[in-house]
T-cell receptor
């Protein structure tokens, strides 16, 4: 079965420091990978998605970037954090093997980031 | 107007009650409809998804879609304290080569023992 791992679970970082959040998926090949941010009362905001190694699409201009160095690894980064980057960051995956069967999103357990 | 509207609650019910959670949407192109459950400080967990109008049942959970009214519901029968969580509706449409998913803001449910 497929599993998704996200770490760390919580993180407190000072303003201006760098960020690296990592996500890995097991049990599937060539998944579509996603980074979301969840803010209270505002739902989930899609930040980045990737359909393959080195292929990253950005949905919203951010102080953040994403990379996919391996098939099942997705990394969210920032060179200098802002206070507004605080939030709950979620990685998600879905199968994209084609065909008519729909494959919904599956989420990791998230990283709660506090920028101080 | 938001594409997906969901009452944030909180909704408080006694154990054993039938719970009804709802979302409305404005984009008639949405093709798939999902419900996620999210416990505090955890990621959303997929409960159910459906494509067509009508009902889909899974144990104590029933998902209902009415495409003509752009309205979806999740019913929970015999609610348990362990059902206390935030429930997110989500809807997706094929857009630019990938499935674009739009989420509601979530309804917080508390089941009182």
């Amino acid at each position: 079965s497929q599993t998704i791992h996200q770490w760390p679970a919580t993180l407190v970082q000072p303003v201006g420091s760098p960020l690296s959040l990592e996500c890995t998926v097991e049990g599937t090949s060539n998944p579509n990978l996603y980074w979301y941010r969840q803010a209270a009362g505002r739902g989930l905001q899609l930040l980045f998605y990737s359909v393959g190694i080195g292929q990253i699409s950005s949905e919203v201009p951010q102080n953040l970037s994403a990379s996919r160095p391996q098939d099942r690894q997705f990394i969210l980064s920032s060179k200098k954090l802002l206070l507004s980057d605080s939030g709950f960051y979620l990685c998600a995956w879905r199968d994209e093997t084609g065909g008519s069967q729909y494959s919904p999103l599956h989420f990791g357990n998230g990283t709660r980031l506090t920028v101080t | 107007q938001k594409e997906v509207e969901q009452d944030p609650g909180p909704l408080s019910v006694p154990e054993g009650a039938i719970v009804s959670l709802n979302c409305t949407y404005s984009n008639s192109a949405f093709q798939y409809f999902m419900w996620y459950r999210q416990y505090s400080r955890k990621g959303p967990e997929l409960l159910m998804y459906t494509y067509s109008s009508g009902n889909k049942e899974d144990g104590r959970f029933t998902a209902q879609v009415d495409k003509s009214s752009k309205y979806i519901s999740l019913f929970i029968r015999d609610s348990q304290p362990s059902d206390s969580a935030t429930y997110l509706c989500a809807m997706s449409v094929q857009s630019g080569g990938y499935q674009k998913v739009t989420f509601g803001t979530g309804t917080k449910l508390q089941v009182i023992p």
